[in-house]
């Protein structure tokens, strides 16, 4: 399995009561249609009056709604003539710009892409605006409906609808608005406060509302036969994007071991990952497993990345495993995408990367990624601490901030709106709570703002009197040594990484006995990665042998949005405790 070794680095990688207005719509033989979804409470009187549109409108566009609607049952609300550049079945969101909200973030959160998203919306790609309405397409999900014949008649009736006026009481639930009770059940703010004689649009738990609504009586008069209905098929699946099952596989190695000089620190990793891919393809030879292991000296260098894949046997490739730069990674990448090849990326790389490219897999989570982990672990762990999110003015930590902040909200509604204070690293004493437990999230890569923040937290430290303080910041702090580690264990000092080699685990131990055996020499952490994702990603793609699981890594590839690459959304949460680091989270984005 071991073929000539030409030994290359390893960058191991308050929700203030939003009223989002956005509106669905479905295109339909030339028609255009609102798609709302119907909510506890909703009558057809009160989705009339909502939009403006006749009862006898809906109920021809809906056959059935006549017999009664459902909670969660999707309507079709008439919108007028349809634009020609939108064929049948296309579904479009129009979207109002939040606060911290990116083209990613939104590709990534509605299942489309960057570049769907701006040719709806030209000129979005030079950046959005708060309050600016983009167009995001959305996709649909095909159901497999029995066709209809001319054995099976459907007659359309011409409706008539007879309203007669209901009042319900209503108990307010906690966390509950007056906005979001006129949202379910489709009663203006204005009209609930006149009904129950409300100054303003305070209310408490345990307050009885009385709610107007309409029932509704419907007559039926048949007319004629609809013609059939032409069913679209279901979309099948790339069968370009299966392995093949094979007796051999084709593995290419790319890594900067720079034999003929030079980058002596990239050498040195370069070798303690390649000693890891060594060991786990002897275990991998145990189990089985045959492959011809091509190793290159990708350097640094594009253009010497450029001839590599110049090479005859590259096209043959199953799998490529580097390089560990990430303007080398997008060379590799946009050169796979062509050649239909699958890459893995072992170290942390950009995020555009995955964009439009379903080969690629990125074995280290991004920058933006851990952030999101963080404010997950943030929401689960100290919903009842006073969180400050801290803006350190760095420009290049912007979309660090962001994607937390945006984590952090999304997650929070479900734990009852968590608070979160958003302030810059000169007003930090203001906000620390005195008794109580405070977190400081400083979301930053740069050591001078890193610095500068621990500094002023040294002089003022003492205002949380018996309470605690924790800061949390990024896994680039591990390399920040002018932090002292009576610091970082006096400010619980926390990150989340995408790995943590722990010698006391189990599974860390095995590794390192087998380790010693072979190099005579102890197991480091670029070793221990090296044997984790070649050991992963080869018995999971090649293999089909799904969970394997990582000594130092925890692997959790998901799919960034149809037509995307594939990340790792799983990694460790890390806090400094008696001047180690200790795991106290492990979790997906």
């Known amino acids: 399995m071991k073929y000539l070794l030409i030994i290359a680095t390893i960058v191991f990688g308050s929700w203030a009561n939003a009223q989002t207005d956005d509106v669905v719509y479905e295109y339909q033989k030339g028609k255009k249609y609102i798609v709302h979804f119907v909510q506890n409470g909703n009558t057809l009187w009160r989705i009339q009056e909502t939009y403006k549109v006749k009862a006898e409108d809906i109920i021809a566009v809906n056959p059935g709604v006549e017999k009664g609607i459902v909670e969660g049952q999707k309507l079709l609300i008439p919108a007028g003539v349809a634009e020609a550049k939108y064929p049948d079945g296309t579904i479009i969101k129009e979207h109002t710009v939040a606060k911290g909200e990116t083209l990613f973030s939104l590709a990534k959160k509605e299942g489309a892409t960057v570049d769907e998203i701006t040719k709806l919306n030209p000129g979005s790609e030079a950046g959005l605006k708060l309050g600016q309405v983009l167009r995001i397409p959305m996709k649909s999900v095909t159901e497999q409906v029995k ?38 059940f489709m009663v203006p703010v204005e009209e609930l406060q006149k009904f129950n004689k409300l100054k303003n649009t305070n209310i408490k738990p345990g307050q009885v509302l009385n709610i107007p609504l309409k029932k509704e009586k419907v007559k039926q008069i048949e007319i004629r036969a609809v013609t059939p209905v032409e069913i679209e098929p279901v979309k099948q699946v790339d069968e370009e994007l299966l392995f093949k099952k094979k007796d051999e596989y084709n593995i290419a190695l790319m890594l900067p071991f720079y034999l003929d000089g030079g ?15 060594e060991l786990a393809i002897d275990s991998l030879e145990k189990m089985g497993f045959k492959a011809k292991l091509y190793i290159y000296d990708a350097k640094n260098d594009s253009a010497v990345i450029m001839s590599l ?16 730069i990430p303007q080398g990674a997008d060379l590799v990448a946009t050169w796979c995408k062509t050649n239909g090849i699958r890459m893995v990326c072992p170290s942390a790389s950009n995020s555009t990367i995955l964009q439009n490219n379903p080969y690629v897999y990125a074995a280290v989570p991004t920058d933006i990624t851990l952030q999101r982990i963080l404010a997950r672990y943030t929401v689960e762990n100290h919903a009842k601490d006073q969180i400050v999110l801290v803006n350190t003015g760095v420009a290049k930590d912007k979309e660090l901030y962001d994607a937390y902040r945006e984590r952090f909200i999304e997650l929070s509604k479900a734990k009852g709106n968590i608070k979160l204070i958003e302030i810059k690293t000169d007003d930090l004493a203001a906000y620390i709570r005195k008794n109580g437990n405070t977190v400081f999230v400083v979301p ?26 924790s800061v949390f910041g990024t896994k680039d702090w591990a390399n920040f040594e002018d932090i002292r580690g009576v610091t970082k264990n006096k400010f619980n000092l926390h990150w989340a ?9 189990p599974e860390t131990k095995k590794l390192l006995r087998q380790f010693r055996r072979k190099f005579k020499c102890d197991m480091s952490k670029y070793s221990a990665h090296g044997f984790d994702v070649m050991y992963h990603f080869t018995t999971t793609l090649l293999m089909e042998k799904p969970n394997a ?41």
């Open 549 to 589: 699981k990582g000594v130092i890594n925890n692997f959790d590839l998901q799919q960034v949005g149809e037509g995307n690459g594939f990340e790792n959304n799983q990694a460790y949460i890390l806090k400094h405790v008696d001047f180690e680091l200790q795991r106290v989270g492990s979790l997906h984005e």
């Open 444 to 469: 930053t890569r740069d050591k001078g703002a890193a610095m500068k923040f621990m500094g002023a937290l040294q002089k003022s430290g003492s205002k949380a009197g018996s309470g605690s303080i």
């Open 263 to 277: 980058e002596a620190g990239f050498k040195d990793v370069a070798t303690e990952f390649y000693m890891g891919v």
């Open 309 to 324: 894949l110049k090479k005859p046997e590259m096209k043959q490739m199953d799998l490529i495993f580097g390089p560990l």
């Open 497 to 505: 990484s995408a790995n943590d080699l722990n010698y006391n685990l």
């Open 147 to 184: 066709p209809i014949t001319e054995t099976q008649p459907v007659k359309l009736v011409e409706t008539t609808v007879d309203f007669s006026d209901t009042v319900i009481a209503h108990t307010v639930l906690d966390h509950e608005t007056l906005y979001s009770i006129s949202k379910r």
